[in-house]
């Protein structure tokens, strides 16, 4: 009987230890805003205006994976990997990934230290001030047509293709930004 009531203790702690462990992550360290349905069914129409099927998207800081998982229950046959640098997140992306058996692959990397050069689609939901240096990354590795969508920042030397108003019936409503790399 002891045993089982410290094995329950155990587990609690661990829950109350994980739950103070993600607080201090989304307060204190790295921006965690997950992307909303209304833009992951955005990013659905554009990938869908192109043959898609055993293409590729990559998600640069994709969290705790939430986006990627959607997005490969959408679309299936797309080759989906999201990369963060966060330890912790990309944990509990895998397990989610797991759980769900959606077949997303997730790698714990810089993403300026990943390579790009495979990717048919790109996806960002990061700070402003990283953009232009990202920008040079995609000028670097991406193939010619490489569709890159980037959520409420944009790329400062790179020609718009369309923006589209996120929530147009807010006044002040964010805006999805797709490029396509020449």
């Known amino acids: 009987m002891i045993a089982l009531y410290l094995l329950v203790l155990l587990v609690v702690v661990l829950i109350v230890l994980a739950y103070v462990i993600f607080i201090l992550d989304i307060f204190l360290w790295k921006h965690d805003i997950d992307t909303s349905d209304d833009v992951l069914k955005i990013v659905i129409s554009e990938i869908k205006e192109t043959d898609y099927k055993n293409r590729n998207f990559i998600d640069l800081g994709c969290s705790k994976g939430s986006f990627c998982l959607r997005l490969k229950k959408q679309?299936?046959?797309?080759?989906?990997?999201?990369?963060?640098?966060?330890?912790?997140?990309?944990?509990?992306?895998k397990l989610k990934n797991n759980f769900h058996k959606h077949k997303v692959t997730f790698v714990r990397k810089d993403i300026?230290?990943?390579?790009?050069?495979?990717?048919?689609?790109?996806?960002t939901y990061l700070w402003p001030t990283i953009l232009p240096w990202l920008e040079e990354k995609f000028n670097d590795e991406l193939e010619q047509n490489t569709k890159v969508m980037c959520n409420e920042t944009f790329l400062p030397n790179w020609e718009i293709k369309k923006q589209i108003k996120l929530f147009p019936k807010k006044k002040f409503s964010e805006y999805l930004f797709v490029y396509l790399k020449k």
């Open 75 to 93: 679309l299936p046959d797309l080759n989906i990997v999201g990369v963060d640098d966060n330890r912790l997140r990309i944990l509990v992306a």
């Open 112 to 123: 300026f230290n990943h390579d790009l050069r495979s990717a048919n689609y790109i996806y």
